[in-house]
């Protein structure tokens, strides 16, 4: 799917234990590595992002006017 200019997204979680509820609930942060651990694969998102039929007339006429513009 990435090969072919689809996003892929790996889905992973596992729920939280007690102290880690906790601490969610003071709004204290967790280390990545605390985070990542034991987790469980879900799945994957894959979806494409793909220009409209119109835009590449759009970015002309910004670049005509001498509108800078950025895809983000």
């Known amino acids: 799917m990435a090969k072919n200019g689809s996003y892929v997204l790996a ?4 729920p939280l234990e007690e102290d880690e509820k906790e601490l969610l609930e003071r709004g ?7 985070i990542e651990r ?6 994957f ?4 992002n793909e220009l409209k039929p ?3 007339e759009a970015l002309r006429k ?3 006017g001498a509108i800078r513009s950025v895809r983000i």
């Open 11 to 14: 889905i992973a979680g596992r």
């Open 28 to 34: 204290q942060d967790f280390t990545r590595e605390r």
């Open 38 to 43: 034991d987790l469980t694969f879900y799945g």
């Open 45 to 48: 998102i894959s979806f494409r």
């Open 54 to 56: 119109d835009t590449t």
């Open 62 to 64: 910004l670049r005509e």
